[in-house]
């Protein structure tokens, strides 16, 4: 079983920056590709980025590219979402996942699921 927690989440005006940390459990944390994902209220939970095991390989939402960034630290077993240029659009709950080996942009290819941090952006 792979836990995963997610941390930096807040409140931040338009054009600002936050920084998303994902820790994971997981002894070997380069088994895994990280996603992430956001869900807004009442609306579905949509795919925002994806890495692979090495990093080699990532995945962005086309309406985050050149504003949000994903990578990673084996070392620490942590994923990173740095965000920037931040729009009210983005508010949501943001979610990061494990799968083995193969990052995907669909959310029901991660077999484990962090609880999920909260991104307020205001206008």
């Known amino acids: 079983q792979v836990q995963l927690v997610e941390s930096g989440g807040g409140l931040v005006q338009t054009g600002g920056s936050l920084r998303l940390s994902c820790a994971t459990s997981?002894?070997?944390?380069?088994?895994?590709?990280m996603g992430w994902f956001r869900q807004a209220s009442g609306k579905e939970r949509e795919f925002v980025a994806a890495?692979?095991?090495?990093?080699?390989?990532?995945y962005y939402a086309d309406n985050v590219k050149g504003r949000l960034t994903i990578s990673r630290d084996n070392a620490k077993n942590t994923v990173y979402l740095q965000m920037n240029s931040l729009k009210p659009e983005d508010t949501a709950v943001y979610y990061c996942?494990?799968?083995?080996?193969?990052?995907?942009?669909?959310?029901?290819?991660?077999?484990?699921w962090g609880q999920g941090t909260q991104v307020t952006v205001s206008s």
């Open positions: 996942a494990a799968r083995p080996v193969v990052p995907s942009k669909t959310a029901s290819d991660y077999n484990y």
């Open positions: 997981a002894r070997a944390f380069s088994d895994y590709a």
């Open positions: 890495i692979s095991r090495y990093g080699g390989t990532i």
